[in-house]
């Protein structure tokens, strides 16, 4: 069965998106954008909330062959373009190929995407999503990227509501710009 797994970006103290959308506060540079090539070579399917989803449309489809695009954004914008999407929303019609709504019973449809052959599948960002998927016992791993940055407020990743989960550290690294990578299998 293929696993998914769940990376994201958050404060030290567990914020992982504020009121206002400002991203400005993470921290991505080339040695973390060569750290997720990897991850993203060992999956062949992604799933987003709505939103990251939109903000995903409104980037990557074009990235590669903007003037100043780099070695990240063409080579994420490829991965990008070729492998199948998947939306969480209740909203959300309107999508382009290689994209599917996931709406209603969210738990047995992605249970049933895990079911397929292929490569790992990747949650990024969509931090609504990623709480919905833990509680329904879909996420496989997380993959914290801790930005060494105390937010105050702002949306928790791990928020009250979430069963407990046991979780078993099966890799980190400490970048050189002081944000910490956790990988947690979440144990069963």
């Not at 769940?6 to 009121?19: K, R």
């Amino acid at each position: 069965m293929r696993k998914l797994i769940a990376q994201i970006h958050i404060s030290l103290d567990g914020i992982a998106a504020v009121p206002s959308g400002d991203l400005s506060w993470i921290h991505v540079d080339e040695e973390i954008f060569d750290d997720t090539a990897v991850l993203t070579s060992q999956a062949d399917a992604a799933i987003y909330g709505r939103v990251t989803h939109e903000i995903m449309e409104a980037y990557w489809p074009t990235a590669p062959t903007q003037p100043n695009a780099t070695k990240h954004d063409k080579e994420h914008g490829a991965w990008y373009a070729s492998v199948e999407k998947y939306v969480i929303s209740n909203t959300l019609r309107d999508v382009k190929p290689k994209t599917t709504v996931i709406s209603g019973d969210i738990a047995s449809q992605v249970a049933a995407i895990k079911s397929l052959p292929g490569k790992n599948i990747v949650l990024f960002g969509s931090p609504s999503t990623a709480q919905a998927l833990l509680r329904m016992n879909l996420v496989d791993e997380l993959c914290l990227l801790v930005n060494p940055i105390l937010m105050g407020e702002g949306l928790h990743y791990f928020k009250d509501g979430n069963d407990q989960k046991r979780l078993r550290l099966v890799d980190s690294r400490v970048y050189t710009s002081g944000v910490t990578k956790l990988n947690y299998q979440v144990l069963k």
